[in-house]
């Protein structure tokens, strides 16, 4: 609705009509349309191959995108519904893989890029703080020194959460 009303309010109703024929790119793009209207869509992130998960068994099961919106739901499930709104608003792109083992077991990979280093920052204190209330899965938080990107890693098992956080930092 916001989004539509925007559109209008910027622009006409052949606005709403051309948004139909090129329709958003992402749920950042919905939940900022002046972000769409100035074509400002998502970064593409690509994720490390992580050899070294290949190489003990592990395969992809799905490789996917998130989104803003994917952000701010999660981070509201147990913050504060501005923390959450603030921490996914400087969302620029993600790339998750989840693995899978013959054991049954599963490992989820997630490469988000952040529009500042800011941003990052704030993301990176927002799933921290998630992680560390009751009931959270088992999270790690990797973020590149200097850099605008942050892995998120699923596991109960620390051994694979190290090959994948190492992965990702020997990347260059």
């Known amino acids: 609705h916001e989004f539509v009303a925007t559109l209008f309010y910027l622009g006409s109703w052949k606005t709403i009509d051309d948004a ?85 077991s599963r490992a989820l990979a997630i490469l988000t890029q952040w529009d500042s280093p800011e941003d990052s920052n704030q993301f990176v204190h927002a799933i921290q703080l998630y992680a560390t209330l009751p009931s959270s899965p088992a999270v790690s938080v990797t973020s590149r020194q200097n850099e605008q990107q942050v892995l998120i890693v699923f596991s109960d098992d620390h051994k694979i959460s190290e090959i994948l956080e190492g992965e990702f930092l020997n990347v260059s």
């Not at 290949?54 to 490789?63: H, I, K, N, P």
């Open 20 to 104: 139909f024929l090129d329709p958003p790119l992402s749920t950042e793009q919905i939940l900022h349309p002046e972000l769409y209207l100035e074509k400002h869509g998502p970064e593409e992130v690509t994720l490390p191959s992580f050899p070294a998960l290949v190489d003990l068994g592990w395969y992809v099961l799905e490789s996917n995108t998130l989104g803003e919106f994917f952000w701010r739901v999660f981070l509201e499930e147990k913050l504060a519904s501005q923390l959450a709104l603030e921490a996914a608003a400087g969302w620029g792109g993600d790339r998750y893989a989840l693995f899978g083992h013959a054991d049954g």
